[in-house]
């Protein structure tokens, strides 16, 4: 005989049926599967569907059968976790630890604020124009490093390396200026071949969902290496990303017009339906909120950095990661780095009674975000957190 149980979902949960995002998660004695979370529960979609895709410690199966079957599996989960359940199915979130939903093989970084590339402008650039000429024509943005994106929750050890001083020539040790960048990260579920480019029209059709990207940034180290080619060890130490990928399909209230884009970019980059999202983030500094970045003030959209991600043919694989960039809006409280919190580092923060400009071993961060649901109410994106370590 199966034990059947109906799940208990608060009114006002945040994951509620028309969230229903994914993630890969293991019981507290078993192997690590596909899961979808329901208020404070998780269900094993391999027993619930009973189907071996989910079966799987990786999503990148699902997430290559295509928008068909996302539609076809999102409603049989709506009807299953609403309905009388098998208890066999059903975790409690506390209870389950939790991997990378995927297996990334490309992870990009756009830089698609500008708010947050006006004010790095200002900080790296105090005596010329903040956006570079190219910024208003292309998303700008730079291939990172896939084999470093850790789940939500990892520590993150504090990178050494060669630190640039006000002398003008390097030092060496520690970064004294470890820093976040609250981001949004979206999940390519159906890729294309080389040579292949995705419309913006395509964007549904290939990406599946969006998660939380912590993109931790050492400004000494990358304000030394950065010039001519870019980020490089100052970003590539780790990359947190949340374990729950929120479908688009749960994003439908959430879109809105992007804000405006002077010049009209040229024909590859424009939208007819727009992809703008109306994400409010908040950043939690040792559990103090100390920043409320505005999704929806974004100047490219997502469909958009798809596309010239992949206008000269670069392919896409299921479950490549591209994140939006440091997510900022005009207002002080809305700065989604330190770097433009401290004002570069001259002005402290308030972290608890302290005064605080970069991150301190010990400290901890953590970026939530919601979004407008179905009548009125909210869906929650899953957080992305981690702790610093000192350094090795
Ligand atoms: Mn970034």
């Known amino acids: 005989m199966t034990d059947l149980l109906r799940i208990e979902i608060a009114d006002d949960s945040l994951f509620g049926p028309e969230n229903l995002p994914y993630g890969v998660f293991a019981p507290a004695a078993g192997d690590f599967r596909a899961g979808v979370r329901i208020g404070d529960s998780v269900v094993d979609l391999a027993v619930l569907l009973d189907d071996s895709t989910f079966a799987q410690p990786t999503l990148n199966a699902f997430l290559a059968q295509g928008p068909g079957r996302w539609r076809e599996v999102r409603d049989r989960v709506r009807d299953g976790v609403t309905g009388e359940i098998t208890a066999a199915a059903v975790h409690s979130v506390d209870s389950v630890r939790l991997k990378l939903p995927v297996t990334i093989g490309d992870y990009v970084d756009f830089y698609a604020s500008i708010d947050h590339a006006t004010n790095l402008g200002r900080l790296l650039r105090p005596d010329g124009e903040p956006l570079l000429p190219n910024w208003r024509h292309l998303p700008v943005g730079y291939h990172g490093r896939s084999g470093t994106v850790v789940v939500s929750g990892t520590e993150i050890a504090r990178p050494t390396g060669q630190r640039r001083t006000p002398s003008g020539t ?175 580092g001259s002005e402290s923060v308030a972290v608890n009674g302290e005064k605080r400009t970069f991150l301190e071993d010990g400290d901890e961060v953590v970026i939530t975000a919601t979004a407008p649901g179905a009548d009125g109410r909210r869906i929650g994106l899953g957080e992305v957190g981690g702790r610093i370590l000192p350094a090795r």
Do not use: C
């Open 170 to 344: 390097p030092d060496f040790g520690p970064t004294k200026r470890l820093d976040i960048e609250a981001e949004l990260g979206f999940v390519i579920g159906v890729g294309s071949e080389l040579g292949e480019r995705i419309p913006t029209e395509e964007f549904a059709e290939h990406v599946f969902g969006v998660a939380l990207v912590n993109d931790w940034s050492a400004r000494d180290i990358q304000g030394w290496e950065y010039q001519p080619l870019g980020p490089f060890l100052g970003k590539s130490f780790a990359t947190s990303m949340a374990a729950w990928v929120t479908p688009l399909a749960a994003l439908r209230e959430a879109r809105v017009p992007l804000p405006g884009q002077d010049p009209e970019p040229l024909p590859y980059l424009r939208e007819r339906e727009s992809w703008g999202l109306d994400l409010d983030l908040a950043v939690r500094w040792n559990g103090e909120l100390v920043a409320t970045p505005p999704y929806r003030r974004m100047y490219w959209s997502p469909a958009q950095m798809l596309a010239h991600l992949t206008v000269n043919g670069a392919s896409t694989r299921p479950g490549d990661l591209y994140a939006s960039g440091t997510i900022s809006g005009p207002e002080r409280d809305q700065r989604g780095s330190f770097m433009e919190l401290s004002w570069g």
